[in-house]
């Protein structure tokens, strides 16, 4: 666990490394790094959903090749 001074939030250090109560650093620093960080979330989101979509087709493709594979009685 994180050991930080009284008053500091833990989650923002978690994700940010930082919060608004850290020295050089001021409550809009800290906004402007979540809505950072939430835009960074959204898009990677985005694009791990579209990952899954490929790897999922590329799966069901493998496995209709070993079901025709073992239809037919063929060894790997």
């Not at 923002?12 to 608004?20: K, Y």
């Not at 079901?67 to 790997?76: L, M, N, V």
């Given at each position: 666990m994180i050991e930080l001074p009284l008053g500091h939030s833990r989650v923002?250090?978690?994700?940010?490394?930082?919060?608004?109560r850290c020295r050089g650093k001021s409550a809009t620093d800290e906004v402007d790094a979540w809505?950072?960080?939430a835009l960074a979330l959204e898009h990677y989101g985005r694009e791990l959903l579209v990952a899954e979509g490929r790897l999922s087709a590329i799966l069901e493709a493998v496995s209709r090749l070993v079901?025709?594979?073992?239809?037919?009685?063929?060894?790997?």
């Open positions: 923002a250090h978690a994700r940010l490394g930082f919060c608004s809505r950072t960080w079901e025709r594979r073992r239809d037919r009685g063929e060894q790997h």
